[in-house]
C-alpha cells in the first residue's frame, strides 16, 4: 500500500516538475539588489508598511493563508522577478504565497549562509521530483548565472503595481509614495560598504536579523554574533548607524534581537519570565483544506487530556457537520494551534461563512503568533536559537521524532491524497491523510509541554544566573 502511494505521489511530482517549469526554482536575486524589495522596503516608514500590509493580505487571503507550492501554512509574500539582462532591468511580476521551508528554497543561497543549507537543498530536490544529479547541475546554473547578475548595475521596475493598483486597492498617494522610498532606497545601500560585509554576516544567523539589518549592525561595529550577544541595546539604540537608520521597528526590536543572538550563540533557549501559554483546558486545532475553494477535508483536535479527534468530511454536508463541532468546542474552550492566525482562521471563517455559521467571539491561541515569535518586545519571553520557526523546525530541535511510517508529509502531498481518496474510496489513503493530521498535532503538543517546562523552570534558572 505504502510502496504504491510514494508511487503514485512520484508520479504526481514527475508530471508537474518536467511538463512546466519547475514547482520550485532557486531564484538568487543578484546581490546589487538585495534588500530591494517591497518586503524590505516596508521597514522604512509607517506609510510603505500599511501599503506592504495591503499587498501580502490580498495575496494571503488569495490562497487562503496556505502556501502555493506544498499548501502548508504560508509565512512569506514572495516578489516574483523577471530580468532582462540585456538592459539590466528587474521588473516585478507578481506574488507568489509560500511557507518558510519553500521560500528558503528560491533563497538557497540566503540558506546556505545561515546553515540550513543541505536541508533546504533536499527540499528543493523532493519537491521537484529532481535527481541528485539533475538537481546539483541547476544550482549550480544558478549560481552561476547570480555571478554573472551580481556584476550588474540593476534597474528597477515596479511597474506591475500601478496596473494592478485597484486589486491592491493602491491609492495614487501610495504609488507616488513608493515611487520616492524606492529612489531613496537605491542610493546608499547597495553601493554601501557595510551591505557588502553584511552579505557575508554571521549575523543573518540571529532571527529578526535580515541584510539591511545586519548591514546596519555593521556600520554600529558589530560583526559576530558574540558581539551582538554582548551589546548594551540602549547604547547601541543612540549609535548613529542604528539611530538615522529608516527602520522604525529596529531600534524597538533591539533587546529581543540581543536576547536572540545569545540565544543562537549558546545554543539553547533562553526564557526571560514566564511565558502567557493556553489556559490547560485548551483544544488544540490542526486543519486540513483546500485553500482554493476553502473547503475542510480534516477537522482534527486534540482534546486536554491527550485524546485525538478527527472529522473527515467528502462532501460539503460532511463538512459542515465538523466545522459545528468545532465551532461547539471552541466556545467552551480555548482553541490553540500552531501559525491559525495566518492560515487556518482564514479558510475556516469563509467555509463557516458558506454554511451560514461564523466563527466571531470564539477564543483562539496561536502558539507561534502568540508566544514564539510575536517580534514584540513587551510579549516576547522566550527566545529560540532557530532561524526558521516552523512547526517542523521547532517540534524537532525539541526532540520531536517522525515516526517511521510516515507517507504525507506536507500539505501539497494531503491535498493530492485527498483528491485521489475520492477518486478511488482507497480506505489506506485516508488513513494516511489522517495519520498526517494527527502527527501535527502530536508535534504542537509536543511544543507546548516543553514550553510550559521552560515557563515553570524560568525562576530556577534565573535565580541560577544570579548566584553565579
Ligand atoms: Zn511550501
Not at 511530482?13 to 534588500?35: A, Q, T
Request: with cysteine; glycine share 6%.
Amino acid at each position: 500500500m505504502i510502496d504504491r502511494l510514494l508511487e503514485m505521489f512520484h508520479f504526481d511530482f514527475l508530471h508537474l516538475g518536467r511538463s512546466k517549469r519547475l514547482r520550485l526554482p532557486i531564484e538568487l536575486v543578484p546581490s546589487p539588489l538585495w534588500g530591494r524589495s517591497l518586503s524590505h522596503f516596508s521597514g522604512e516608514d509607517d506609510r510603505t508598511r500599511e501599503i506592504w500590509g495591503k499587498i501580502r493580505g490580498v495575496e494571503l487571503t488569495r490562497t487562503g493563508g496556505r502556501c502555493e507550492v506544498c499548501a502548508e501554512k504560508a509565512e512569506v509574500v514572495h516578489e516574483k522577478w523577471e530580468y532582462d539582462d540585456e538592459h539590466w532591468l528587474q521588473r516585478l511580476t507578481g506574488f507568489e504565497v509560500l511557507c518558510r521551508p519553500c521560500s528558503n528554497v528560491h533563497h538557497l543561497g540566503f540558506s546556505i549562509k545561515t546553515g540550513a543549507g543541505s536541508e533546504v537543498f533536499e527540499r528543493f530536490v523532493r519537491i521537484n521530483a529532481l535527481s541528485r544529479n539533475e538537481a546539483e547541475r541547476l544550482m549550480k546554473e544558478a549560481f552561476e548565472l547570480w555571478e554573472k547578475r551580481s556584476a550588474g548595475r540593476w534597474m528597477q521596475d515596479f511597474g506591475f503595481l500601478s496596473q494592478n493598483a485597484e486589486r491592491y486597492g493602491l491609492t495614487a498617494d501610495d504609488l507616488a509614495h513608493l515611487e520616492v522610498v524606492v529612489r531613496n532606497a537605491g542610493k546608499g545601500l547597495s553601493g554601501d560598504q557595510a551591505y557588502h560585509e553584511a552579505v557575508e554576516s554571521e549575523l543573518l544567523r540571529v532571527p529578526l536579523i535580515g541584510y539591511a539589518r545586519a548591514a546596519i549592525l555593521t556600520e554600529a561595529g558589530i560583526r559576530t554574533v558574540r558581539e551582538l550577544e554582548e551589546a548594551d541595546p540602549e547604547v547601541l539604540r543612540s549609535n548613529p548607524a542604528v539611530a538615522k537608520s529608516r527602520d522604525p521597528s529596529f531600534p524597538i526590536q533591539l533587546p529581543m534581537v540581543v536576547e536572540y543572538a545569545r540565544a543562537v550563540h549558546e545554543e539553547r533557549v533562553i526564557v526571560d519570565g514566564e511565558l502567557a501559554l493556553p489556559p490547560p483546558d485548551s483544544v488544540l486545532v490542526d486543519l486540513e483544506y483546500d485553500p482554493e475553494r476553502s473547503f475542510v477535508f480534516v477537522v482534527g483536535v486534540m482534546m486536554p487530556g491527550g485524546e485525538v479527534k478527527q472529522w473527515f468530511s467528502e462532501n460539503e454536508k460532511q463538512e459542515r457537520e465538523a466545522v459545528e463541532e468545532l465551532i461547539a468546542l471552541c466556545s467552551k474552550n480555548t482553541c490553540t494551534g500552531y501559525s491559525l492566525y495566518s492560515a487556518d482562521l482564514p479558510t475556516l471563517s469563509k467555509s463557516a461563512a458558506r454554511h451560514g455559521l461564523s466563527i466571531e467571539g470564539l477564543r483562539f491561541f496561536d502558539v507561534f503568533y502568540d508566544v514564539l515569535f510575536t517580534e514584540n518586545p513587551r510579549r516576547q519571553r522566550v527566545y529560540l536559537p532557530l532561524k526558521d520557526m516552523g512547526l517542523k523546525s521547532v517540534s524537532e530541535f525539541f526532540g520531536y521524532r517522525e515516526p517511521p511510517d510516515i507517507v504525507i508529509r506536507d500539505g501539497l502531498a494531503a491535498l493530492i491524497a485527498f483528491y485521489r481518496f475520492l477518486r478511488t474510496k482507497d480506505m489506506g489513503i485516508k488513513e494516511q491523510i489522517l495519520k498526517y493530521n494527527r502527527y501535527d498535532l502530536e508535534r504542537t503538543a509536543l511544543v507546548l509541554k516543553e514550553l510550559a517546562r521552560l515557563s515553570k523552570d524560568w525562576e530556577k534558572s534565573t535565580a541560577w544566573r544570579q548566584r553565579e
